[in-house]
Structure formats: C-alpha cells, structure tokens
Nanobody, 128 residues
C-alpha cells in the first residue's frame, strides 16, 4: 500500500554533509509517522529521526546522537522525507532506511515496531 525509495547516500569525509531523500508513493494519507533508521555492520537497527503528524502540524524527534546535526522534514502530502545530515562523523556510517507507519497521534515514532513499511536502504560512509 505504501512504497518508499531512498536516495542520496554516498561517501563523505568527517565533518561533511549529505542529504538523504525518501520518495513515498501509494496510500500515504494513512501514515501518521515517518522516520529514518540506520543499521551499522554487526549492530541492531536504530532510530535516527522521525516526524509524527498532529492536529496542529508535525512534531519532530531525534536520537540524542544526531540532535543538532541532522534535520528531518516532510511535505504535507507525505510524498517526500528529506534528511539533512551535517557535521558527519565516522560513527554515522551505516545503511539508512526510510520507514512509514500507521498508528495514531499517540504512536511512539522511535520504536521500530510502529513502522509498517520500509525502503531498501541507502549506504552512508563517513571516512576519518
């Protein structure tokens, strides 16, 4: 019902920037949460940033490790989900996944279990 395709990954040096994009299609109006997660080799997938729609607009959420460096945004039609990543560090190296979930305004957007659709991922590599 919902398809997500990530793009924009690549290799940068420490301190550099990348902008990830997520193209969303299908029944996007059903989504209450949209977010980015990442998975480094040998590690579990972890929350990066998310948006949750509310009555007044959107609320944004960030992992402590990226707060102040990453910025997530979304258009009202829920067709794109950009993630601007600045001041990148080697520990940001991972495959980044875009995800969308149903739920409600009370859904915790940091929990993987609350997402119903996932993209295939895009590799981000930060060299020291």
């Amino acid at each position: 019902q919902v398809q997500l395709v990530e793009s924009g990954g690549g290799m940068v040096q420490t301190g550099g920037s990348l902008r990830l994009s997520c193209a969303v299609s299908g029944r996007t109006y059903l989504l209450y949460v949209m977010g980015w997660f990442r998975q480094a080799p040998g590690k579990e997938r972890e929350f990066v940033a998310a948006i949750r729609w509310s009555r007044t607009g959107v609320d944004t959420f960030y992992a402590d490790s990226v707060k102040g460096r990453f910025t997530i945004s979304a258009d009202g039609a829920k067709r794109t989900l950009p993630l601007q990543m600045n001041s990148l560090k080697p520990e940001d190296t991972a495959v980044y996944y875009c995800a969308g979930g149903f739920g409600s305004r009370a859904t915790d957007p940091k929990q993987i279990k609350n997402y119903d659709y996932w993209g295939q991922g895009t590799q981000v590599t930060v060299s020291s």
